[in-house]
């Protein structure tokens, strides 16, 4: 009992931490994670200190959250976890706050966790200094990993792949084959990197086999960057420029996993047990919220972090020219997805997105305040339906869209979760629009895809008539087939 935190060992607070969770088992999606994930994320934090919850100031949280490394990789908690676990924390003190065990408030203070506000810029500078990944050798080893890795970021504004790929340089320059120690990188074979693209999960499906796209991704990473270290130049014993990589790469001759895709769409069916399952929940504000944020998803065809990052400010009235060449005044939105490198597009918002936008942020009491800075959407707390920033200023996070579409999708009974996921209102929404008549390239163009094998790959399920055979029976007519 001496290792429990205090949280576990206070029968008040140990009651408050588990009405906690079993609140957020009855509403799922409505946290920014599980209750399994929650409880061991809280006892994770109040771990090793033997202070209950209400003695924590808000500098003894901020400095927790920065102190508290992953596991796995010893690093310190990324800007987004980070993020999260303020979510959690802030939404359990918020619990606290309505929790009564003994006929008055457990929590009687102001909610001490602080979210961190930094400017864009300053996050990524941190998200920047801790992506060194070290290699033990020389300074021309290291310059290298170090624009390799500015070049990843440069090349797709994206942090969340900057992280990635810093994650799993790190992991295989840590070591070798069958746990053996770190080579220099001129010294690693084919036999160690097989060994680290099939080394088991350590996250997700903690333990187990890596699918293929793990592997694929994996693989992905080490030839980018092997390949940019045989393109870079260093100055050699001669004075003259020579490249940095002198032997053949460790990935030379090996290609990715074949991938088994799963071409999920909704039948219409599902659709309207889905969103009668939404329909069904009791608060109005999370209900008219999550009706839009799915109706989005289906109309507009957008990625559910696409969605998340809207801004007020990025939705603006306009003049388009319809099919017709007819001039009208649309709403618009400007969006920026995957792979774009912080490109931006403009898109027509479909009209009953901006409806059913317009009804919950009149009902949620956002809309008289909404500035260009606003998300569309944010969470409202436990008391008002939980989500990720409780404290309604705070855009949603894409985690509590998923589970809240787990929640619904459970709820109609009709839905196999196995085959069917949050990605599946995408596909659905392409595949609809097809069998209504839009055709490839204006459906691409709302969907942002660019290549056609990757757009291809929502559309191939579909029936497609074989529109030559007519030409063809005119064409062989005399061959009579009767």
Same mark, same amino acid.
């Given at each position: 009992?001496?290792?429990?935190?205090?949280?576990?060992?206070? &029968?008040?607070?140990r009651?408050?931490?588990n009405?906690?969770?079993?609140?957020i =088992?009855?509403?799922?999606?409505?946290?920014v994670?599980?209750?399994?994930?929650?409880?061991? @994320?809280?006892?994770?934090f109040?771990?090793?200190?033997?202070r209950?919850?209400?003695?924590?100031?808000?500098?003894?949280?901020?400095?927790?959250?920065?102190?508290?490394?992953?596991?796995?990789?010893?690093?310190?908690?990324?800007?987004?976890?980070?993020?999260?676990?303020?979510?959690?924390?802030?939404?359990?003190?918020?619990?606290?706050?309505?929790?009564?065990?003994? !006929?008055?408030?457990?929590?009687?203070?102001?909610n001490?966790?602080?979210?961190?506000e $930094?400017?864009?810029?300053?996050?990524?500078?941190?998200?920047?200094?801790? #992506?060194?990944?070290?290699?033990?050798?020389?300074?021309?080893?290291?310059?290298?990993?170090?624009?390799y890795?500015?070049s990843?970021?440069?090349?797709?504004?994206?942090?969340?792949?900057?992280?990635r790929y810093?994650?799993?340089?790190?992991?295989?320059?840590?070591?070798?084959?069958?746990g !053996?120690?770190?080579?220099?990188?001129?010294?690693y074979?084919?036999?160690?990197?097989?060994?680290? @693209?099939?080394?088991?999960?350590?996250?997700?499906n903690?333990?187990?086999?890596? *699918?293929? *796209?793990?592997?694929?991704?994996?693989?992905?990473?080490?030839?980018?960057?092997?390949?940019?270290?045989?393109?870079?130049?260093?100055?050699?014993? &001669? =004075?003259?420029?020579?490249?940095?990589?002198?032997?053949?790469?460790?990935?030379?001759?090996?290609?990715?996993?074949?991938?088994?895709?799963?071409?999920?769409?909704?039948?219409?069916?599902?659709?309207?047990?889905?969103?009668?399952?939404?329909?069904?929940?009791?608060?109005?504000? #999370?209900?008219? $919220? &999550?009706?839009?944020?799915?109706?989005?998803?289906?109309?507009s065809?957008?990625?559910?972090?696409?969605?998340?990052?809207?801004?007020w400010?990025?939705?603006?009235?306009?003049t388009?020219?319809?099919?017709?060449?007819?001039?009208?005044?649309?709403?618009?939105?400007?969006?920026?997805?995957?792979?774009?490198?912080?490109?931006?597009?403009?898109i027509?918002?479909?009209?009953?997105?901006?409806?059913l936008?317009?009804?919950?942020?009149?009902v949620?009491?956002?809309?008289a305040?909404?500035?260009?800075a606003?998300?569309?959407?944010v969470?409202?707390g436990?008391?008002?339906?939980? !989500?990720? %920033?409780?404290? %309604?200023?705070?855009?949603?996070d894409?985690?509590?869209?998923?589970? *809240?579409?787990?929640?619904?999708?459970?709820?109609? %009974?009709?839905?196999?979760?196995?085959? @069917?996921?949050?990605?599946?209102? $995408?596909?659905?929404?392409?595949?609809?629009?097809?069998?209504?008549?839009?055709?490839?390239?204006?459906t691409?163009?709302v *969907?942002?895809?660019?290549?056609?094998?990757?757009?291809?790959?929502?559309?191939?399920?579909?029936?497609?008539?074989?529109?030559?055979?007519?030409?063809?029976?005119?064409?062989?007519?005399?061959?009579?087939?009767?």
């Amino acid at each position: 009992m001496n290792d429990l935190p205090a949280l576990l060992k206070d &029968d008040t607070w140990r009651y408050c931490l588990n009405s906690f969770i079993r609140a957020i =088992g009855e509403q799922p999606g409505q946290v920014v994670a599980t209750p399994k994930d929650a409880r061991q @994320i809280l006892i994770r934090f109040f771990a090793g200190d033997d202070r209950l919850p209400d003695e924590y100031s808000p500098e003894d949280i901020t400095a927790r959250l920065f102190a508290i490394t992953n596991p796995h990789t010893g690093e310190r908690l990324s800007h987004n976890t980070r993020k999260k676990w303020e979510a959690l924390l802030t939404a359990f003190y918020d619990f606290a706050a309505s929790c009564t065990p003994e !006929g008055e408030p457990l929590f009687q203070q102001a909610n001490p966790v602080i979210p961190d506000e $930094r400017p864009e810029q300053e996050a990524q500078e941190e998200t920047q200094s801790l #992506v060194v990944v070290e290699i033990a050798v020389d300074e021309n080893w290291r310059q290298c990993m170090s624009d390799y890795l500015r070049s990843i970021f440069e090349r797709s504004s994206s942090k969340k792949s900057l992280t990635r790929y810093t994650h799993e340089l790190r992991v295989f320059f840590s070591g070798s084959a069958n746990g !053996g120690p770190p080579k220099h990188p001129e010294n690693y074979t084919r036999r160690d990197v097989e060994w680290f @693209i099939h080394r088991q999960c350590q996250s997700r499906n903690s333990g187990g086999e890596p *699918s293929a *796209s793990t592997r694929a991704s994996r693989l992905a990473v080490l030839k980018s960057f092997f390949k940019f270290a045989a393109d870079y130049t260093i100055e050699g014993p &001669d =004075g003259r420029p020579q490249r940095l990589l002198q032997t053949p790469p460790p990935t030379l001759g090996m290609y990715p996993p074949k991938r088994v895709y799963k071409f999920k769409g909704m039948s219409l069916d599902q659709l309207r047990a889905f969103f009668a399952a939404i329909d069904a929940n009791s608060n109005v504000i #999370v209900r008219i $919220r &999550d009706k839009a944020i799915f109706m989005w998803l289906l109309y507009s065809l957008r990625r559910r972090a696409e969605l998340c990052k809207l801004t007020w400010g990025d939705i603006a009235k306009t003049t388009i020219r319809d099919e017709q060449g007819n001039e009208r005044e649309a709403l618009v939105y400007s969006w920026s997805g995957k792979g774009d490198g912080g490109n931006s597009h403009l898109i027509e918002v479909p009209q009953p997105c901006d409806e059913l936008l317009i009804d919950y942020l009149t009902v949620s009491g956002r809309l008289a305040d909404m500035t260009n800075a606003s998300p569309l959407f944010v969470g409202h707390g436990p008391r008002n339906g939980g !989500g990720v %920033g409780s404290r %309604g200023d705070t855009a949603l996070d894409p985690a509590s869209i998923y589970w *809240s579409f787990r929640s619904y999708a459970k709820k109609t %009974g009709m839905i196999d979760l196995t085959q @069917i996921s949050l990605h599946s209102l $995408r596909h659905t929404g392409i595949q609809e629009r097809l069998r209504s008549g839009q055709s490839i390239p204006d459906t691409m163009k709302v *969907s942002g895809h660019k290549s056609l094998s990757a757009f291809w790959r929502y559309a191939q399920t579909l029936d497609v008539a074989d529109t030559g055979v007519s030409l063809l029976e005119k064409r062989f007519n005399f061959l009579e087939v009767k």
